[in-house]
């Protein structure tokens, strides 16, 4: 069995989001086509015709991407969230210094004319 991603595409998307009109759905399968199969039966899930219209705002669905996933490696998160982590800490030191740094300057020109 392999993994893949199938992204179910439809609509005309939105303006005030990213990834409006794609409907991602991870599967295990024999192949593509399977994989695609079991996508629609999930995305389908059984509903109406109508009930899969609605997700895309009443548009047709317009087609389907397929990606078979070779790796996966959530300790990429924990890095990602690391690296924001420290950043948001050094945009703070900085601000903060920076600000502390006008006070003093401040303070400076009032009682050192």
Aim: proline share 2%; with cysteine; aromatic share 10%.
């Amino acid at each position: 069995m392999k993994s893949y991603l199938v992204i179910i595409t439809g609509g005309e998307g939105c303006d005030y989001s990213v990834g409006c009109g794609y409907k991602p759905i991870r599967v295990r399968a024999e192949s593509e086509e399977q994989a695609l199969e079991t996508a629609i039966q999930r995305f389908v899930g059984g509903g109406s015709a109508e009930e899969v219209a609605a997700f895309f705002n009443d548009e047709r669905v317009n087609g389907a991407q397929i990606y078979e996933v070779t790796s996966y490696n959530d300790t990429l998160f924990d890095e990602i969230h690391k690296r924001v982590v420290e950043k948001i800490k050094e945009d703070d030191k900085r601000r903060d210094d920076e600000a502390e740094q006008a006070e003093y300057e401040r303070l400076k020109r009032k009682y050192d004319p």
